[in-house]
């Protein structure tokens, strides 16, 4: 046996014949051995017409034999369609399982990044904020010079040099409460500021209880002087006009 | 002997009488046909359109091989050759055929003697 017929007698031989084509072949088949029986029949003495009767009916059931052809001429071509839609399933399975596995990544993917992005974001407002700090704390050397305070003196519980809060503001109602309150009543307050190189007052009242300083309260800014006397001690500020900024000047309608 | 009818194709035996006739050479449908009539002496009355799924069923099984080509009367029609796997198949039916025809050969032979009297006091 040559290489060629082992090859052969190994490889498939699936009918790729159409069905047309399949019922065409088998109706040439059929009809070649009609034609060659009666001609045979004819030789042998038969009347054209008995000829072709007799090669038809010596045929036999050629419609039976035919589909019964046809039958063993699809079966691979049915098997093939079997093994064509399990391909075409499994093809589609697999499609199906990259396509979510690829989604999942690519989901996973910008969830990783959208992390990321929003750390480093983070990340740089904090160092940004640090350098804003390192930046404000080197170029104005003058205004880190010691924390911001203001003087408490006179008729206080406890008199001194206070600190203000970094953030946010500090009234004079609030000092003079933070300091333990008045010790005279009435008393005459007044808070000094330095304005244009000269200590001006800011607030000049003589009050008998602190609730009275809420009307009228000033904001503590650095270095000023506060100053709790009793009414008749004179106080520095009664050289000076007494200044109110906060309630504006009457106007006559 | 008198035969009312012609005898029935034992199953499987059209089959060996193709593969062994297309041992001689290629041919087609009505060629093998011809040739298995003038063989038995046209005692085997077989619809002749039998023939054509048998042929089908032993290209499909590989044993013959088939294509279309021109007859002697210049017709177009489809020959059959046997392939090696074929000749191999055609080699274990004849083996198995010669089996069998033996068997059923000593059956019949005894059964000739089987209608013989049987002597009285055996039975």
Same mark, same amino acid.
């Given at each position: 046996?040559?290489?060629?017929?082992?090859?052969?007698?190994?490889?498939?031989?699936?009918?790729?014949?159409? %069905?047309?084509?399949?019922?065409?072949?088998?109706?040439?088949?059929?009809?070649?051995?009609? +034609?060659?029986? #009666?001609? #045979?029949?004819?030789?042998?003495?038969?009347? *054209? #017409?008995?000829?072709?009767?007799?090669?038809?009916?010596?045929?036999?059931?050629?419609?039976?034999?035919?589909?019964?052809?046809?039958? &063993?001429?699809?079966?691979?071509?049915?098997? =093939?369609?079997?093994?064509? +839609?399990?391909?075409?399933?499994?093809? =589609?399975?697999?499609?199906?399982?990259?396509?979510?596995?690829?989604?999942?990544?690519?989901?996973?993917?910008?969830?990783?990044?959208?992390?990321?992005?929003?750390?480093?974001?983070?990340?740089?407002?904090?160092?940004?904020?640090? =350098?804003?700090?390192?930046?404000?704390?080197?170029? !104005?050397?003058?205004?880190?010079?010691?924390? !911001?305070?203001?003087?408490?003196?006179?008729?206080?519980?406890?008199?001194?040099?206070?600190?203000? *809060?970094?953030?946010?503001?500090?009234?004079?109602?609030?000092? =003079?409460? +933070?300091?333990?309150?008045?010790?005279?009543?009435?008393?005459?307050?007044?808070?000094?500021?330095?304005?244009?190189?000269?200590?001006? %007052?800011?607030?000049?009242?003589?009050?008998?209880?602190?609730?009275? &300083?809420?009307?009228?309260?000033?904001?503590?800014?650095?270095?000023?002087?506060?100053?709790?006397?009793? *009414?008749? #001690?004179?106080? *520095?500020?009664?050289?000076?006009?007494?200044?109110? %900024?906060?309630? %504006?000047?009457?106007?006559?309608? | 002997?008198?035969? /009312?009818?012609?005898?029935?194709?034992?199953?499987?035996?059209?089959? $060996?009488?193709?593969?062994? /006739?297309?041992?001689?050479?290629?041919?087609?449908?009505?060629?093998?046909?011809?040739?298995?009539?003038?063989?038995?002496?046209?005692?085997?009355?077989?619809?002749?359109?039998?023939?054509?799924?048998?042929?089908?069923?032993?290209?499909?099984?590989?044993?013959?091989?088939?294509? @279309?080509?021109?007859?002697?009367?210049?017709?177009?029609?489809?020959?059959?050759?046997?392939?090696?796997?074929?000749?191999?198949?055609?080699?274990?039916?004849?083996?198995? @055929?010669?089996?069998?025809?033996?068997?059923?050969?000593?059956? $019949?032979?005894?059964?000739?003697?089987?209608?013989?009297?049987?002597?009285?006091?055996?039975?």
């Amino acid at each position: 046996m040559s290489l060629a017929d082992l090859l052969n007698q190994l490889m498939p031989h699936p009918d790729l014949r159409t %069905p047309d084509q399949i019922a065409r072949d088998v109706d040439d088949e059929f009809e070649f051995h009609l +034609a060659s029986l #009666e001609s #045979e029949l004819a030789a042998a003495g038969a009347a *054209p #017409e008995q000829a072709r009767q007799a090669a038809v009916k010596r045929f036999g059931d050629a419609d039976k034999y035919r589909r019964q052809c046809e039958r &063993i001429a699809m079966e691979d071509r049915i098997m =093939l369609q079997r093994i064509n +839609a399990v391909l075409m399933v499994i093809v =589609l399975l697999a499609v199906i399982g990259v396509s979510v596995q690829m989604y999942l990544t690519q989901r996973n993917n910008s969830q990783a990044l959208a992390d990321i992005t929003t750390q480093l974001a983070s990340m740089k407002s904090e160092t940004d904020g640090r =350098l804003a700090e390192m930046i404000q704390a080197m170029s !104005a050397p003058d205004a880190g010079e010691g924390p !911001a305070v203001v003087y408490v003196d006179g008729h206080v519980v406890r008199p001194g040099v206070y600190g203000l *809060p970094k953030n946010g503001s500090l009234s004079l109602a609030r000092m =003079l409460r +933070a300091a333990g309150g008045l010790t005279t009543s009435p008393a005459h307050v007044m808070v000094r500021r330095s304005i244009d190189g000269k200590l001006s %007052p800011v607030f000049d009242r003589t009050v008998s209880d602190l609730s009275e &300083i809420v009307e009228g309260d000033v904001k503590l800014e650095r270095d000023d002087v506060v100053r709790v006397n009793t *009414p008749r #001690e004179p106080g *520095p500020s009664d050289k000076i006009r007494i200044r109110k %900024p906060e309630s %504006p000047p009457a106007e006559d309608g | 002997m008198a035969r /009312t009818t012609p005898p029935e194709l034992l199953q499987g035996t059209l089959d $060996m009488m193709i593969l062994k /006739t297309l041992s001689a050479g290629p041919n087609h449908g009505y060629g093998v046909m011809r040739r298995i009539r003038q063989v038995t002496d046209e005692v085997l009355q077989v619809e002749e359109g039998s023939l054509y799924p048998a042929l089908h069923r032993l290209e499909k099984r590989g044993f013959v091989r088939s294509e @279309w080509r021109r007859s002697e009367s210049n017709r177009r029609a489809k020959y059959y050759r046997l392939t090696p796997k074929g000749r191999s198949q055609l080699r274990t039916e004849t083996a198995r @055929w010669a089996d069998l025809s033996a068997a059923i050969g000593k059956v $019949m032979d005894a059964a000739t003697q089987v209608v013989t009297p049987i002597p009285h006091g055996e039975v």
